[in-house]
């Protein structure tokens, strides 16, 4: 059993920035994939970021390519999603997500554990 607390989201003006972090509780932690999911009003859930057990690897969703980190302290049992030059249309509610499997996946329904989101609001 794995416990997702994410933090760091909050209002901030287009083309700035914020980081988000994810603790995860468990002794397994650097076993588990690790994702960043958003969901804005109306619209459907969708992939933001992945990183590896291991952080070798990661993916990220085009529109956020260049703009956005995903990173992991396995030490510290905790993934960060760093957000620059942000979008108003980047306003969702962002959840950390992690997979019962050391490989990263794009897909929300590989992920076995929630937390339960943070907002984040980019105005214009």
């Known amino acids: 059993q794995v416990q997702l607390v994410e933090s760091g989201g909050g209002l901030v003006q287009t083309g700035g920035s914020l980081r988000l972090s994810c603790a995860a509780s468990?002794?397994?932690?650097?076993?588990?994939?690790m994702g960043w999911f958003r969901q804005a009003p109306g619209k459907e859930r969708e992939f933001v970021a992945a990183?590896?057990?291991?952080?070798?690897?990661?993916s990220y969703r085009d529109s956020v390519k260049g703009r956005f980190t995903i990173s992991r302290d396995n030490a510290k049992n905790t993934v960060y999603l760093q957000m620059n030059s942000l979008k108003p249309e980047d306003t969702a509610v962002y959840y950390c997500?992690?997979?019962?499997?050391?490989?990263?996946?794009?897909?929300?329904?590989?992920?076995?554990?929630w937390g339960q989101g943070t907002q984040v609001t980019v105005s214009s």
């Open positions: 990183i590896s057990w291991s952080g070798g690897s990661t």
């Open positions: 997500a992690a997979r019962g499997s050391r490989y990263l996946s794009t897909w929300w329904s590989d992920y076995d554990y």
């Open positions: 468990g002794r397994t932690f650097s076993s588990y994939a």
